[in-house]
């Protein structure tokens, strides 16, 4: 059982005692100090309380309707817990043999590496045999298996003297593994899950990233954007100039002659001439005065077109830029004001009541304490002996009284500074009652 029940339960038998001998009292004819009984009673019925709440959270299906069912109740679980007790300590042993088995050790000579594998296997060999023993295997100290190398490579004299010695005592090849190993020696097993882990190089991987890659039939697809148009879909411009867009590829020698038959007329009807072939200007035949001048007239008109052309794809380049370029929208930040937290004023320690119980003790006799703090922290227990007692901020407990104890103390300690509360009683012993 917890502690607290086993005080409660000690309280318990106290209180009764002292009722069972005020009802002499009154069988007698004697006078009883009534409110000495009356709180006798409720320090009875706070432990019964208390015992019941314990053995609740232990078996909740739990009755009884004596003192006997009680005990024997008490015992039950008392063997329950101690048979989990001893199932989580070798539980402990086996997981450290597991993972001591588990991992490697690394050293550049091979020769070590053999030693340490030896001891090892002599350490793993004695946390099992530990754990097979039908009686409580020995309290391995240290934190859980994972971190149990680590911390045992770590122990150093006189700071870890007690953890050393219950090494030595109880778990000697263990002991003289870990003396002889060194931190960067050992290497921890993988946990089950980074195993399964699929490495970024797999084949699997560069399957499904192939897979996820578009078909592109051995070129290259230009990426398409939503909203932008393509360069063909525009409409022509405005003018009777040809754009390189507005002529498609020739094709065949015909095609060819035809568009340059046509630019010729072109050229024609631009410069006002009265028709014929363009190739008339370039022959060598002597021609009339004022047809001399058509030549440099038809170069200067071909270096218009080409001049034209080239503003026509500049303009429609520069439209597309700015199609596929949108002006960013304007971002007006704002400011959020952070309100300051408000400071939280912790509340102050209240003792509802402190009781000491008898108020004349007999020789050899001890003395109940009841008691009740609110807002408290931490709370002691003074007077009793050489160092203050730390309990719990309610409880009922039953105390030895050295013969030199003048007066008890209950203290409590809260949350910031100068939050506390005291209560003092005295002690009154028989012989100094009788002096009085």
């Keep these: 059982m917890s502690s607290l029940c086993a005080s409660a339960l000690q309280s318990l038998d106290d209180c009764l005692a002292l009722l069972c001998e005020s009802l002499g009292k009154l069988k007698a004819a004697k006078s009883v100090d009534m409110a000495a009984v009356i709180e006798q009673l409720k320090v009875a019925a706070e432990s019964a309380r208390i015992v019941r709440e314990s053995l609740s959270s232990e078996l909740p299906e739990a009755s009884w309707q004596n003192r006997e069912e009680l005990d024997a109740l008490i015992e039950r679980i008392q063997q329950s817990l101690d048979a989990r007790t001893l199932e989580q300590l070798r539980s402990r042993l086996l997981a450290l043999a597991s993972e001591l088995e ?7 000579r091979a020769h070590r590496v053999s030693e340490l594998n030896q001891l090892r296997h002599r350490a793993i060999n004695e946390l099992r045999s530990q754990a097979g023993l039908e009686g409580a295997p020995q309290t391995l100290p240290g934190p859980q298996a994972d971190q149990w190398i680590e911390w045992a490579c770590g122990l150093k004299e006189p700071q870890d003297a007690e953890s050393l010695q219950t090494l030595r005592h109880g778990f000697v090849h263990l002991d003289d593994f870990v003396s002889n190993l060194e931190p960067n020696m050992w290497i921890p097993a993988e946990s ?10 797999s084949p699997s991987d560069k399957t499904q990233e192939e897979q996820s890659r578009p078909e592109t039939n051995g070129f290259e697809e230009k990426p398409q954007f939503p909203g932008v148009l393509d360069e063909r879909s525009l409409p022509a411009l ?6 390189p867009n507005d002529v498609p590829p020739p094709q065949t020698e015909e095609e060819i002659q035809r568009m340059l038959a046509r630019e010729r007329a072109l050229l024609d009807n631009m410069m006002g001439l009265d028709g014929g072939p363009l190739h008339q200007f370039t022959t060598g035949v002597e021609q009339p005065r004022v047809g001399k001048w058509r030549i440099p007239l038809a170069t200067a008109a071909v270096l218009v077109l080409a001049l034209a052309a080239l ?7 520069h439209r597309n830029q700015a199609d596929f370029h949108p002006p960013l929208p304007q971002v007006t930040p704002t400011y959020t004001p952070v309100k300051s937290p408000t400071p939280v004023v912790p509340e102050l320690v209240q003792i509802k009541y402190f009781n000491v119980e008898p108020k004349v003790v007999e020789p050899g006799q001890r003395l109940t304490l009841s008691w009740e703090v609110m807002h408290a922290k931490e709370v002691w227990i003074k007077g009793l002996g ?14 030895p009284v050295p013969r030199s104890a003048p007066e008890v103390v209950l203290e409590a300690e809260g949350e910031g500074a100068n939050n506390s509360a005291i209560e003092v009683r005295p002690i009154n012993f028989a012989r100094q009652a009788e002096h009085r």
Excluded at 192 to 201: H, Y
């Design 102 to 108: 588990r991992g490697r050790i690394v050293h550049r």
């Design 192 to 201: 089950p899950t980074s195993e399964t882990l699929r490495e970024p190089g």
């Design 238 to 243: 405005e003018s009777n100039t040809p754009t």
């Design 311 to 317: 503003g026509a794809i500049q303009w429609r380049s």
């Design 386 to 399: 050489p160092q203050p007692i730390l309990v719990r901020p309610s409880g009922i407990q039953t105390f």
